[in-house]
């Protein structure tokens, strides 16, 4: 329910700057602010949205317990030995490449 000021009201139409702000600086306060947030996260914390994420958190890790993951480090390990793998074979395919085709021997 939203309360508003009658516009008679001195705060709104006062002439004086000074008492309009002070007004306003006094509806904001910062630890009405905070109250409020406290009690919203009471609310929630305690309402089925709280339930919600909690439930769909536990169905997401199960999907991804399912899926045939791995982990970064095991990724950057096998990225490596695939590395080392290819050097090898473009090694070993210059090597074949020289016993089958040997260069011009003077005679």
Do not use: W, Y
Not at 12 to 20: F, I, R
Not at 25 to 48: C, F, Q
Not at 83 to 90: A, G
């Amino acid at each position: 329910m939203v309360h508003c000021l009658p516009a008679h009201s001195p705060v709104l139409n006062s002439p004086d700057q000074e008492t309009n702000r002070a007004s306003v600086t006094t509806m904001l306060d910062p630890r009405i602010l905070e109250d409020l947030g406290a009690r919203l996260s009471g609310v929630i914390a305690a309402s089925p949205a709280a339930d919600i994420e909690k439930n769909a958190r536990a169905l997401l890790a199960s999907v991804l317990g399912k899926l045939d993951l791995v982990s970064r480090e095991e990724f950057d390990i096998q990225t490596k030995v695939l590395q080392r793998t290819r050097e090898k074979l473009t090694a070993l395919e210059a090597r074949l490449d020289q016993l089958e085709n040997p260069p011009d021997q003077p005679a």
